[in-house]
Structures are given as C-alpha cells and as structure tokens.
C-alpha cells in the first residue's frame, strides 16, 4: 500500500517539476529523470560483485516480537524524542543549520560532527515513514531540508560549525568535514528512495560536487582528510542514486588516499593520531591488521566493501577478509564489540583513541566498546554477508544487534550507553566517571559526544532490511524475526512470505509462503554457528539437507502457496570460555543463549554482595524463564551461583580456602543491565570446577 502511494506521489513530483519549476536548471533536471528510486538501503540493485542482494526499503515489515517491540520502542519513544533534544537547547543540531543560515544569532553548539549525527536522526524517520506512512514525518524533515539548504554556501560547502566560527575550510581533519558530508549523502539518497523527493539530494549533489572539485585531482596536502571516513559509503549510495561515476571515483580516492603519505607530522593532523590511529600507517590494500580507531576503521572497510561492490577489485576485498579475521577472530568482545580500549597503543606503539589494540588484549572493566564502533561492526559484516555470501557474517551482524549495539539504549528508549564495558564495579575499582567525557557508570538522556544515539536509532528502525536478501535465483532469511515480507525476487518474480517466532527467547521459527513463482526457487535459513541440532521441516516433514552451523542451509524447490517451513533451532544455555591469551578472561566462563550474552547484575544479589564476590559451578543447573513484565520482556536465566565474600587485604595476600555460600539469582541479557538503577554487573564470571 506504501509503495504504491510512494510512487504515485513520486510521479506527481515529477510532473510538478517539469510544469512549475521551470526557472530549474535543465542539467538537474534531466538527471532527474535518470536518478535511481529503487534499491534497499545499501542498494546492490545494479551492483555487479554481490552475491546476496539487498531487498527494497519498506519490503519486509516486522510484525510481532522482538524486533517489533525494539521497532516500536524507536518509533514511539527513541526517536520523537531524539528529535526535541537535537530542534531543543540541549542537542544543538538544528540550530547549528539556522545560525549558518543566518536566522539564528550565536555560536556553534555541540560537537565539529553534528551536522552528520542530525543527519542520521532524520535518516532514522525515513525508515520509520517506509514503514508507517506517516506523511508528518516527512512533511517535518522538508521544513528542516529547506534550512539546510539556506545553510548551504553557494559552492555547496556545508558544515555548520566550520561556517559559524567562520574557521578555515580543511584546516583540520578533526572539524570532520567529511563525516558530515558522508552522513548527508547516505540520508539523501535514503530520503529520495523512500519519497522520491529531490530536495535533499539536490543539496548532497551540490556537495559533493563541490567536494569533487577539492580532492579530485589528490593534492598532497589533503592526503590526509577523510576522518571518520562515512563519505566513502556515502559516496558509493550517492553514485547508485545519480549513476554519475564520479562520485565513485571520489569514494575510490578516499580509499587509495589511507596509507598514501608518510606518517608524519603535518598541519592538519593533530601529534596523536598520526599513523595507525586513522588507518594512515598502511594502504588499505596492503593492510593485514585491524587497527586504530574502531569507528574510523569500520567505516573505512564498509566503505571500501561499497566501492568492491561496484569496481570488483581483487586486492580490496582481500585486504578486508585478511582485516575481518584480525578484527572479529582477535579484538573482537563476546558481544560483538569492538575498540578495546579509551586511549592506548596500537601493535606499531602509535597513539590510538577509541580504539582497536593489540590482539587478545580484552580488558572487560575498562572496555571502550563505543556504540558506533559496534553498529559500523555490523554494517561492516552486512557489506561482507552481500558480497561473499557466506553466514558467518550474519552471525556477527545478529551478535552485534542483540548484544553490544541494543545495550547502547534503555529498554525505556530515552538513556544512553557511549562506552560498553563487559564489567562494572562500584566503590572499590570504580572508574572516575565524573571526569570522564563518555565513559559512564548508567545510561543518560543526553552525551555531549552525541554521535552513538542517533546512529543506534536509525539501525533499529532499518534493521528490518537487513533480515533478508535476495540471492540468484531465491532469498536468504538472514535474522529471525516476526515478520511480513512482500518482494520482487531478481528474476522479477513476486515473493510474499510470512515470519512467525519469538526468536531469540525460543528457537521455533514458522516460514509460512504466502505467494510464490511456479518455478523453482531457493530459500536460504542462516543456521548460526551455535546453533547445532537445528532441524527443518517442510509441512511437517524434516528435510534431508545436511544442516550445518554457521552455514546457510539452501532448500530448492517447487514453492507453492501455504507451505510451512518449521525450524528448530536449540536455544542451549551454554558456558562460555575464551582464548588462553586473553588474560581477563582466564578461568572464567560467560553465559550464552542462542545469540543472547547474559550477564550478572547487582539487583540480582543478596544486599552488600560485591559482583567480583561472584563465581560459577560448572555443575550450575541453569534454566530459562520468560518474563514479559520485566526489563521489557525477557527471559532470564535462572539458577545457583557461588559467593566467595573478598575479605582480605592487600594487592597482593597469600591463598585462603574459600567459605562459599550459595545464593539463586537470574542472570539478564547483557543488552537490558543497568535499568534498575546505578548497578554493578559483570559478563565473565570465575569458574568452580567442582
Ligand atoms: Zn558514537
């Protein structure tokens, strides 16, 4: 119903340009006409080096369940209300466009990179309207587009806090020009596909074009901009919208630009972050190792995964399988989580910040784990899963969502998390939060650095786009979920299935075909790589396919309307334990469920037990319960742990017998501690091996 009215409202705009604007400039016009609507949110729709394609904005719908509530969560609470903090005095953003305007008097507010997280916000509404209809939201967003068109400069510069303090253009990488630009560029080309309005993408062509005249050709002395580099796949977006290839070619020089000079000292960079911090040690082509800035660097390698998509370059999508092994096989948290550490070291010893260090160096108290580091974690994997194909990568996808990018939110929708540690300590051990820019012991309504917010707002409400896409001849189920989804297959065949689960807190999923092709087709189920034992049935009967975990199992057939797939997927209680050379975790064990990382929280402790007071048997009987009034709706996992009360002193002390004492406690999904008050909590817990 959305689409048609999408595209009816699509054609009005375009007789309407063609009768009343007719002082347009003809060039923009003519584009017009050739500008591409379709596509998903990464749109793959004409990319040739993709195996699993993105399905279209607004295509699959969620219906009931998890992602349902979360969906609803973003669309009710999180997002209306990001959207008074960042029009209000607190969030800055809006106003930041009306004093570049010149309607507002006064300074800059806020962050050098507000411009890109407002940005995001009005993305965020763009998937809430492809899947409410909500004209509201877009008649609000057309009042904002046309202040930040005045904002604009007349060469098409745009970056408010540059404009008002009336700084040097490209002094500085830190002024983040180019994340500002990589952010209006995504959310253009998003809110042409979902209204097919050109009035954002007017402004983001005009930018790029003026940013196209900067670095194309490469002057040496700006070799070294593209900081938090969210243009390149802003670029790559821009380029399937507009087909002009020269926006590729900008997000190709972004990429060749990292590792293209001599790490040294220059004017533009500040003394810290030369080198590994900004991926500028190495060519990407030639890198083997995650490194620096966690954000900066997933943003880097989704980027250059946008640019394979199109180019095909062997050595590119070599160099990010060589940096996805480094990154997820060693720096990577339980939860999906990446940048180990505030401020530190890279292997090289050059200064990072947020950022990635050396391998198996995982401290859990002190764990950086940024929000956005997390969320580019999964985009990064969602550009892998489309290129290669292969579930591996929608595992770390779903990992990231259900663990260390959900725990970025309150299960209310209005607090937020910047820093994810694996542990929290109260009294002694507790970090000097006061003094700490993002670092904080609870979630809260507002963080100065206010980049994680909105980006976790608009992957929430276009996650649904994420749960399928379309392989050759079929489609691949990706996340589970309640859901509807109606879409046209690649060979141009309408596919309408339904999705009925209460995924993850039971593992019974029901696939039910709603209408089908008379040919053949496959349907791919990403089996996760926990998930031994699944079995699938079809109308009953268990399919012989070898089902392997980690793998998508491919079921061909002749699909007609009404048959039911089941699928059984264990939801195991199963300890986790971690690499010898990972320190902190030495003889300790986590608790996993399905893609679930639990952990232990104050709240659910005797009075006056310290969370390090906390051990585990490993004969633990340890059982699932459902809960739907608490913390949102969750299942716990309840049983018996071991207290070992620290009554000794000194850093150091000889060895004392423990005296146990036992205690029944739940233990919550990691994504819903810290809303029962300022709590301690910890994911890895010492194991008794009884
Ligand atoms: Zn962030």
Request: hydrophobic share 40%.
């Amino acid at each position: 119903m959305i689409k048609l009215r999408i595209i009816t409202f699509s054609a009005l705009v375009l007789i309407f340009s063609c009768t009343d604007q007719k002082k347009e400039d003809t060039t923009t016009k003519k584009l017009a006409v050739n500008y591409d609507r379709s596509g998903g949110i990464v749109n793959h729709n004409s990319s040739p080096h993709i195996k699993l394609k993105s399905i279209e904005i607004g295509d699959c719908k969620w219906t009931e369940g998890f992602w349902a509530d979360k969906f609803k969560m973003a669309e009710e609470i999180m997002i209306p209300h990001m959207g008074t903090l960042f029009k209000g005095d607190i969030g800055f953003a809006y106003d930041n466009f009306k004093k570049a305007a010149g309607l507002k008097e006064g300074e800059a507010g806020g962050k050098w990179w507000h411009d890109g997280d407002f940005y995001k916000w009005m993305e965020a509404n763009m998937y809430l309207y492809a899947q409410n209809g909500d004209e509201k939201l877009m008649d609000d967003l057309d009042e904002i587009i046309e202040i930040i068109g005045k904002a604009q400069e007349e060469d098409g510069y745009l970056s408010t806090h540059v404009q008002i303090k009336k700084a040097k253009r490209w002094d500085n990488i830190l002024q983040h020009e180019l994340y500002n630009c990589g952010h209006l560029y995504t959310s253009a080309s998003i809110h042409y596909r979902v209204t097919g309005k050109t009035n954002f993408l007017d402004i983001a062509i005009k930018n790029a074009n003026y940013i196209y005249s900067v670095f194309q050709p490469q002057k040496p002395e700006m070799a070294r901009f593209g900081f938090n580099p969210s243009q390149i796949m802003g670029l790559v977006e821009l380029y399937r919208t507009t087909k002009d290839k020269k926006y590729l070619e900008l997000a190709e020089i972004f990429v060749n630009m990292r590792g293209s000079v001599e790490a040294t000292e220059h004017s533009t960079v500040p003394y810290m972050f030369i080198g590994d911090h900004n991926q500028m040690r190495t060519p990407l082509r030639e890198a083997k190792e995650a490194v620096g800035h966690a954000v900066l660097a997933n943003y880097l390698w989704a980027g250059a995964a946008d640019v394979y998509a199109e180019t095909g370059e062997q050595a590119i999508i070599d160099a990010l399988e060589r940096i996805w092994s480094s990154a997820v096989e060693k720096k990577m948290y339980l939860t999906g989580a990446q940048g180990q550490t505030h401020h530190g070291a890279s292997g090289r010893f050059d200064m990072v910040h947020e950022a990635f260090q050396e391998d198996y160096l995982m401290p859990n108290s002190t764990a950086y784990n940024e929000t956005c580091a997390n969320i580019s974690n999964a985009m990064f994997n969602y550009r892998l899963l489309s290129v290669k194909g292969d579930a591996k990568y929608g595992d770390i996808m779903e990992l990231v969502m259900y663990n260390s990018a959900l725990v970025g939110i309150s299960v209310e929708g209005k607090d937020y998390f910047y820093a994810n540690p694996l542990r929290m300590n109260k009294g002694d051990g507790e970090r000097n939060y006061e003094s700490a820019t993002t670092e904080r012991a609870e979630r809260v309504p507002y963080i100065p650095v206010f980049c994680c917010p909105p980006n976790l707002a608009r992957t929430i409400a276009k996650l649904s786009g994420w749960a399928y896409s379309k392989s050759k001849n079929g489609i691949a189920v990706n996340l589970y979920g309640g859901n509807v989804l109606e879409t046209v297959l690649l060979d141009g065949s309408k596919l309408k299935l339904k999705q009925e689960t209460n995924y993850p807190w039971d593992g019974d999923v029901t696939v039910t075909i709603k209408e089908a092709k008379k040919e053949k087709f496959e349907i791919l189920f990403r089996i996760p790589e926990w998930a031994e034992g699944t079995k699938i049935m079809i109308n009953g009967t268990e399919v012989d396919n070898k089902i392997v975990p980690g793998t998508f199992a491919k079921i061909e057939r002749l699909w007609k309307a009404e048959d039911i797939i089941t699928l059984d997927i264990p939801m195991d209680i199963d300890f986790i334990e971690g690499h010898p050379l990972i320190e902190e975790v030495r003889n300790q064990v986590a608790i996993k469920r399905g893609p679930l990382v639990y952990c232990i929280e104050s709240p659910d402790l005797p009075e006056n037990t310290k969370i390090l007071d906390v051990y585990v048997s490993k004969k633990a009987e340890l059982k699932a319960n459902h809960r739907p009034d608490f913390l949102g709706g969750v299942s716990t996992i309840d049983g018996e742990v071991l207290l070992r009360p620290d009554l000794a002193t000194g850093m150091y002390r000889k060895l004392q017998e423990p005296n146990w004492k036992k205690t029944e406690t739940s233990f919550v999904p990691y994504f819903a501690w810290s809303n029962r008050g300022r709590s301690e909590m910890t994911v890895w817990m010492p194991i008794v091996w009884e």
